[in-house]
């Protein structure tokens, strides 16, 4: 258990780190509708290969370092475990931030927030619930992890409405959106590779 909690503080800290060197990426570098489709899975050393897919690599790559990760399974299992822990921490410190600042427009932009992070757990545990019952192979599973990013952008969204204020949590936005999209990117990959190795071969040409 030590060594779980000890390895699970080591992840936060390297999430953090990764959040940083990739927050330092030029626009060009972040996108926001699909992984890239040039590359499969074709054999071992899977880990690293789904993680040179996503955009966010540093911080998948921190998602292998957690005990039992060892399969595609599980790394898509971890990073849906660690972006619900960081959209129930999102909605902790709005929530936190809102008995004190809820007035005007903040209210009605700290329940946004607080509905949105709450939306991105509810939407990351009908993805766990789906993995652990069909696998990886159900057609709904990017369907359900599209739906949680689309809700971890919703804070983001809801400040835009009112340009005048500045976001108090600005960087907890961009984080929380960057793990929770490389979920779907891990889900993505991970299906990729799992249908070109599914593919039957053709008949031999002699």
Same mark, same amino acid.
């Given at each position: 258990m030590e060594r779980f909690i000890g390895a699970s503080l080591g992840l936060l800290l390297l999430l953090a780190s990764a959040a940083a060197v990739e927050g330092r990426m030029g626009p060009a570098a972040v996108f926001h509708n699909s992984v890239p489709t040039n590359h499969v899975l074709t054999g071992g050393g899977e880990l690293p290969r789904i993680c040179d897919q996503v955009r966010f690599k540093a911080i998948c790559r921190g998602f292998t370092k957690l005990p039992g990760v060892a399969t595609p399974r599980q790394l898509l299992l971890a990073?849906?475990? +660690?972006?619900?822990?960081?959209?129930r921490e999102a909605k902790l410190r709005v929530e936190e931030y809102a008995r004190t600042h809820a007035a005007g427009p903040m209210k009605s932009i700290t329940d946004t927030?607080? #509905?949105?992070y709450d939306s991105v757990v509810q939407s990351l545990e009908e993805t766990r619930q789906l993995v652990e019952a069909r696998g990886t192979d159900s057609g709904d599973l990017n369907?359900? +992890?599209?739906? $949680? +990013?689309?809700?971890?952008? #919703?804070?983001?969204?809801a400040f835009a409405d009112f340009p005048e204020i500045k976001s108090p949590f600005a960087a907890m936005q961009q984080n929380v959106f960057r793990i929770v999209d490389n979920v779907l990117n891990i889900a993505a990959v991970v299906q990729q590779?799992? $249908?070109?190795?599914?593919k039957p071969l053709g008949p031999h040409v002699h």
């Open positions: 990073s849906i475990r +660690v972006a619900s822990d960081k959209a927030c607080r #509905e949105g369907f359900k +992890v599209s739906d $949680a +990013v689309t809700h971890a952008d #919703e804070c983001k969204d590779g799992k $249908a070109h190795r599914a």
